[in-house]
């Protein structure tokens, strides 16, 4: 009897844990498509410069980062899904909001400074597999960075 109520505990939290993250996942999504449509003049570019280049100056650097960590149920459907085979749909949704979290917060800086366009747009990734404690985990930094370029008066 004792097992069938630590099952059924463990599956009531896990479902808490699945929903409660799927909502903070929804939520996250709904700040950035904000986010993107507020930064939507600043345009980003992976090449040297935009096509008017002589009516900008600067080239200041700009840097966005962002650090994002797997949950613990993301990790639970991680392993069982690796049982089988497939995407990691879970992770590549934590990668997704990792990438769009990192040009959001360049722009923002781009904005503080006046810029109209971010040239030579990089995107980088490092994979943090660590916690504090020293415990197996998945995390990715994302970094952002570019030239920000301000329109001449």
Excluded: C, Q
Excluded at 43 to 56: I, K, L, M
Excluded at 115 to 141: I, K, Q, Y
């Amino acid at each position: 009897m004792d097992g069938i109520i630590e099952i059924f505990l463990f599956l009531t939290l896990l479902t808490i844990g699945v929903l409660a993250g799927r909502a903070n996942e929804r939520r996250h999504y709904r700040e950035l498509e904000e986010a993107e449509e507020e930064l939507r003049d600043i345009a980003v570019s992976n090449r040297g410069s935009p096509g008017e280049a002589g009516t900008f100056s600067g080239g200041t650097l700009v840097v966005g980062s962002v650090v994002i960590a797997e949950d613990y149920f993301k990790r639970v459907a991680a392993s069982l899904k690796s049982l089988v085979g497939g995407n990691l749909r879970s992770y590549e949704t934590l990668l997704e909001r990792g990438r769009r979290e990192a040009i959001v917060r360049m722009k923002r800086e781009a904005r503080r400074l006046g810029a109209a366009h971010v040239v030579n747009v990089r995107l980088e990734t490092a994979s943090l597999s660590e916690d504090w404690s020293g415990r197996p985990m998945f995390s990715a930094e994302f970094i952002a960075y570019g030239a920000a370029l301000v329109r001449k008066p």
